[in-house]
T-cell receptor, first 112, second 114 residues
Framework: AQKITQTQPGMFVQEKEAVTLDCTYDTSDPSYGLFWYKQPSSGEMIFLIYQGSYDQQNATEGRYSLNFQKARKSANLVISASQLGDSAMYFCAIGDGQNFVFGPGTRLSVLP | DVKVTQSSRYLVKRTGEKVFLECVQDMDHENMFWYRQDPGLGLRLIYFSYDVKMKEKGDIPEGYSVSREKKERFSLILESASTNQTSMYLC?????????????FGPGTRLTVT
């Protein structure tokens, strides 16, 4: 069975600073994908970034990057230059092609 | 743009009622999913479907059933609603092949059972 752990229920960051949201996972599948989603207070789930288990390079999408450490089973999300609009819940998820498992989420608050 | 729509944003039902939550996607995705979201627990998978008339139980299927008669539509049914089913329900869809395809989510239905 797959499992996602997010140990930070809440985080604060000053506007324009970088922040790292932690995610560790457990799986016995050799092939899997790791995803990060953002959920603002309006409730919609917004896809941010994807990392494949066989990808050699860390994924980047604009201000988002994924620090993938396969041996440690870690897939931390790094947000650079935080903005007020980044305040939201952030979910890490692992997928094997059909099934997805989500973590409990981290609530990020960006301070002006 | 992928569109996943859900029939209601907010729903209030009484204990014992039969409740239908509808989800429609317009991108010809094979896979569709129903989750419930509760604070501190993240999203938990109730059921998913990988094709018309095909379904698989997720982590918390008890008290729920699903129907997928057409590829674009996936319905979640609460046979006899109970107060512990008060939650946010999220529908999602994705292409079936490969691990790289992300899920696209609907706006969610906040269900209150009184």
């Amino acid at each position: 069975a797959q499992k996602i752990t997010q140990t930070q229920p809440g985080m604060f960051v000053q506007e324009k600073e970088a922040v790292t949201l932690d995610c560790t996972y457990d799986t016995s599948d050799p092939s899997y994908g790791l995803f990060w989603y953002k959920q603002p207070s309006s409730g919609e789930m917004i896809f941010l970034i994807y990392q494949g288990s066989y990808d050699q390079q860390n994924a980047t999408e604009g201000r988002y990057s994924l620090n993938f450490q396969k041996a440690r089973k870690s897939a931390n999300l790094v947000i650079s230059a935080s903005q007020l609009g980044d305040s939201a819940m952030y979910f890490c998820a692992i997928g094997d092609g059909q099934n997805f498992v989500f973590g409990p989420g981290t609530r990020l608050s960006v301070l002006p | 743009d992928v569109k996943v729509t859900q029939s209601s944003r907010y729903l209030v039902k009484r204990t014992g009622e039969k409740v239908f939550l509808e989800c429609v996607q317009d991108m010809d995705h094979e896979n569709m999913f129903w989750y419930r979201q509760d604070p501190g627990l993240g999203l938990r998978l109730i059921y998913f479907s990988y094709d018309v008339k095909m379904k698989e139980k997720g982590d918390i299927p008890e008290g729920y059933s699903v129907s997928r008669e057409k590829k674009e539509r996936f319905s979640l049914i609460l046979e006899s609603a109970s107060t512990n089913q008060t939650s946010m329900y999220l529908c999602a869809s994705k292409f079936t092949t490969g691990v790289s395809y992300e899920q696209y989510f609907g706006p969610g239905t906040r269900l209150t059972v009184t």
